[in-house]
């Protein structure tokens, strides 16, 4: 089993902010193998740049990786990218791509609290 972190549950779990999670994220996270989109890095990195995250993304990068066994997805881009083109939900590049690499490995889990992703990606858990 497979599970990705959305960017707000991966800075969220950085922090060890994660106390509002259901039992379902919390069976998720003890089974599966705990992966991270590329794309969240770079909105990591632009939300530490307008002050809206406190870590710039390779600092989180470094402590979800070494601390919390959640590593960076690895699939080629051109297959997300493929994949992300059927997610015309929305026009937020982030979102898409994000929802598209979990479908690409699988249709694995995300963990998100996003709602819109919930509505639209039947394997989001929170």
């Known amino acids: 089993m497979i599970a990705y972190f959305d960017t707000q549950a991966l800075v969220w779990l950085a922090q060890g902010s994660l106390d509002q999670i259901s039992p379902r994220v919390n069976r998720a996270m003890q ?44 699939l080629p881009f051109s297959t997300i990218a493929e994949a992300a083109l059927d997610e015309k939900w929305t026009r937020d590049p982030f979102d898409r791509l994000i929802v598209a690499n979990a479908k690409a490995n699988g249709f694995a889990w995300l963990i998100s609290a996003d709602t819109t992703i919930a509505r639209h990606y039947p394997r989001t858990v929170w």
Do not use: N, W
């Not at 705990?34 to 307008?50: D, R, T």
């Open 31 to 74: 089974q599966a193998e705990l992966l991270f989109s590329p794309i969240v890095l770079l909105e990591i990195e632009y939300l530490y740049e307008i002050k809206r995250c406190k870590r710039p993304a390779r600092d989180i990068q470094t402590k979800v990786e070494h601390e919390l066994g959640v590593r960076l997805c690895d």
